[in-house]
């Protein structure tokens, strides 16, 4: 399981950014997929989560409203697109497999991250 996630940079505050998550060496279809970050000194907090039945999604309450995942099955591809982001937002970005229960949580397999930094 290979998992490549790419598309970060430094954003104003109020801007957007779109990150994607490329899967090779198997179909991203048959998974949760879930993007997740880390900013530095805080723990890692899964922000959004795409589940393979019915693609139905969740997100952190961080999150809701901001920011939206989806999937392209036919390019392998899981994307978060990130709207008004905030200085807050700062982080670094994993997509991985993920669960849901009172969180979103990885179920075990990580791609390289890509940072985010929301600054003026």
């Known amino acids: 399981v290979q998992l490549q996630a790419s598309g970060g940079g430094l954003v104003q505050p109020g801007g957007s950014l779109r990150l994607s998550c490329a899967a090779s060496?198997?179909?991203?279809?048959?998974?949760?997929i879930g993007w997740f970050r880390q900013a530095p000194g805080k723990e890692r907090e899964g922000v959004a989560c795409i589940l393979s039945s019915r693609s139905s999604t969740h997100y952190a309450d961080s999150t809701k409203g901001r920011f939206t995942i989806s999937r392209d099955n036919g390019k392998n591809t899981v994307y978060l697109q990130m709207n008004s982001l905030k200085p807050e937002d700062t982080a670094f970005y994993y997509c991985?497999?993920?669960?849901?229960?009172?969180?979103?949580?990885?179920?075990?397999?990580w791609g390289k991250g890509t940072q985010v930094t929301v600054s003026s």
């Open positions: 060496r198997f179909a991203l279809d048959y998974y949760a």
């Open positions: 991985g497999t993920c669960g849901v229960g009172d969180s979103i949580y990885s179920t075990g397999y």
